[in-house]
Structure formats: C-alpha cells, structure tokens
C-alpha cells in the first residue's frame, strides 16, 4: 500500500464518518424546534449547542481510529474489527432515525443499548491492533453510555 493511498484512506473514512453523522442530522435537525421541544427532559440534560460539536469531534475520532486498523495491513488483515465498525456506524446513524424521526424514545433506548454492546466490541478488537485506535474510541463509548442514560430517562419522564 503506498503512502498516498494511506492518506487517501483517512480522508476517505473522515468523509464516511462525518456523513453518517450528516444523515443523522438530516433528521435530528427539523426536529429540535418541533417535537424534541415538547419532550419532557431531565435538568441536566445538555443543551442543545453541545451536541453538534461533541459528535464532530467523536466522528473524526472515530475515522482516524479506524485508519490507525486499516493502514498497516489493508482491509482483509483488519476484516473483523472493520466490520463491527460498519455495524457499529450503521447502528449510531439508526438511532437518530428511531428517536427523532420516528419518535420512538422506547425503541430508540433499545436500540442505544445495542450501539452501545457494537461499540463495546469494535473498542475491543481496535486495541488488539493499535492501542492508540482503542483509547479514541473512549470517549464515544463514554458519550454513548451517558446517551444512554438520557435516553432511559426522557423515555421514563415521557411514559406516562
């Protein structure tokens, strides 16, 4: 692999992450002024101000994770921790659309859950290849888990 296709990789991967982050938006957008307004939260939850710049910087973290695995051996050598990435991606955009497009904070908390076991394993297998590529997937991990303790309780609040 020459140097240039590494380099071609993490600008392709930054273009993946931060789109799936743009089709979450897609749907989290329209939302915020409509329904999210009319959801019951908890005191703390964060405003909403934080949340574009927090998952921003997680999915940039996230691609250059994920190209700390590929680089050094390529796709195939890094097929399974890969893949549980892509399942992983697929589940975080998911969510966006359960909660905010569908409205269905219940679901939404299963669904969180399950993201929240994905990441556990892509976390898992990243630092059996490269330390560094485990440790930035930290605080996604740990986002995701405060995520889903915001999710459980609006989903509670608004159960009645």
Request: aromatic share 16%.
């Amino acid at each position: 692999m020459t140097e240039r296709t590494r380099w071609f990789g993490l600008v392709a991967l930054i273009v993946v992450c931060l789109g799936v982050g743009g089709l979450g938006a897609a749907v989290t957008t329209p939302e915020i002024n409509g329904w999210y307004r009319t959801v019951v939260k908890p005191a703390w939850n964060p405003p909403d101000s934080v949340f574009g710049p927090v998952w921003t910087t997680l999915y940039l973290m996230m691609a250059i994770a994920t190209w700390l695995v590929w680089k050094p051996a390529g796709l195939r050598a890094a097929a399974v921790p890969l893949t549980l990435f892509a399942v992983q991606l697929v589940l975080n955009s998911a969510w966006s659309w359960i909660f905010f497009g569908l409205h269905e904070v219940g679901w939404a908390f299963v669904e969180l859950v399950t993201l929240w076991l994905a990441i556990t394993a892509t976390l898992v297998a990243f630092i059996r290849r490269s330390r560094v590529a485990g440790w930035l997937l930290v605080p996604y991990l740990a986002w995701v888990s405060f995520a889903c303790v915001l999710n459980y309780t609006i989903w509670r609040l608004n159960s009645v």
